[in-house]
């Protein structure tokens, strides 16, 4: 079993930071990607951002230069530090994995999911 639990959500006025921070733990072997996922009301899931091992970033282009994506590999630990907040980017943050598994199985894998609300 693979579990990923989100924690640092929450409402936050516009303007602000938060940071977000996605642990995984379980029969895990190796990880190759970590990263963020967002899905607002009435919307589809899209990417935030993601962190490969070895270092390369992609960002969604709506969080270019606000968002930070980083890991603790050691701890199998990713964070999402959120600056200059908008209402925009109100939405359900998924924290997601790509995954060796113990049996030799690639997964994807994510978390149940934290809900960020940016208002004042």
């Known amino acids: 079993q693979v579990k990923l639990v989100e924690s640092g959500g929450g409402l936050v006025q516009p303007g602000g930071s938060l940071r977000l921070s996605c642990a995984a733990s379980?029969?895990?072997?190796?990880?190759?990607?970590m990263g963020w996922y967002r899905q607002a009301p009435g919307k589809e899931r899209e990417l935030v951002a993601t962190?490969?091992?070895?270092?390369?970033?992609n960002y969604a282009d709506s969080v270019q230069g606000r968002f930070t994506i980083s890991r603790d590999n050691a701890k199998n630990t990713v964070y999402l530090q959120m600056n200059v907040l908008n209402p925009e980017v109100t939405a359900v943050y998924y924290c997601y994995a790509y995954l060796l598994t113990f049996d030799r199985v690639w997964r994807n894998s994510w978390g149940q999911g934290t809900q960020v609300t940016v208002s004042s």
């Open positions: 379980g029969s895990i072997s190796n990880i190759n990607t």
């Open positions: 962190l490969t091992t070895g270092g390369s970033t």
